[in-house]
């Protein structure tokens, strides 16, 4: 029997609490219970949506993490969104998932890879203050020195310029 989190409607096997979000898992699943199948962005969302739509599974599109400023600028929507169907339907949305190459049906835990991705995204938000701040004043040291590298080529280039003409 599967186990499911209320809040990341992720299913699991085996454990009691969820791997993300720290909370217990319940135990069961109905059918009508909203369960994610994977995450994704722009293109990619686009077409398991319509894989999906295609073969009559309902489904529902909640942003993870919206990039509201991205969007103001490029008019193209860069949130990540987490797709949920049924639990009914998992199954079949699992295999049309595979099917079109949106998920790898060699990982015997699909969820483990979102895990991962969503663990990989989280340690460089844990960065430390201080190491942080560090990675920060060693980004700007390396910006002027760039910009002054380019002023620099820049004059000699002009002297070089100016000589021939003069």
């Not at 991205?70 to 193209?76: C, E, K």
């Amino acid at each position: 029997m599967k186990n499911y989190c209320n809040r990341c409607h992720r299913l699991y096997d085996d454990i009691d609490v969820c791997p993300n979000c720290k909370k217990p898992l319940q135990k069961g699943v109905k059918p009508s219970t909203p369960v994610a199948v994977v995450s994704a962005s722009g293109f990619e969302r686009d077409r398991i949506t319509a894989a999906l739509s295609d073969e009559n599974i309902p489904f529902a599109s909640r942003a993870e993490k919206k990039e509201i400023s991205a969007d103001a600028v490029t008019g193209i929507d860069n949130a990540k969104y987490r797709i949920e169907v049924p639990y009914s339907y998992y199954g079949k949305a699992i295999d049309v998932l595979v099917g079109i190459n949106a998920i790898n049906p060699a990982k015997e835990d699909l969820e483990a890879a979102d895990e991962a991705t969503e663990q990989n995204e989280d340690e460089f938000e844990d960065m430390s203050p201080r190491k942080r701040m560090f990675v920060r004043i060693i980004s700007i040291i390396l910006l002027i020195l760039v910009v002054a590298l380019v002023i620099m080529g820049v004059d000699a280039v002009t002297a070089i310029i100016k000589d021939l003409f003069v």
